[in-house]
């Protein structure tokens, strides 16, 4: 299964942003809206691009970092994953 793991990141980011409305995500050691979106920012302005293999390392932290917050179950990533195959 082949994953567009920039959409992944885009979709994970939305879910986050709608979650972060009704309480706000705590930024402890980097585990920040503030922070991802400027991770997804350096990935769409890489020159040159990132391999897959460091997208999908971006993309793992992103999604761990915001299930062990409480903003993102395991089973939400998965399902984005999917979707974005």
Do not use: V
């Not at 809206?33 to 992103?62: C, N, V």
């Amino acid at each position: 299964m082949d994953i567009d793991m920039r959409k992944a990141m885009k979709e994970t980011l939305e879910l986050i942003r709608s979650r972060q409305q009704s309480r706000p995500m705590i930024g402890n050691y980097g585990c920040d809206l503030q922070h991802f979106e400027s991770m997804y920012d350096r990935i769409e302005s890489a020159s040159p691009p990132f391999t897959d293999a460091k997208l999908g390392r971006w993309l793992g932290w992103i999604q761990g970092a915001s299930a062990a917050s409480g903003f993102l179950s395991l089973e939400e990533a998965k399902d984005i994953n999917q979707r974005s195959s």
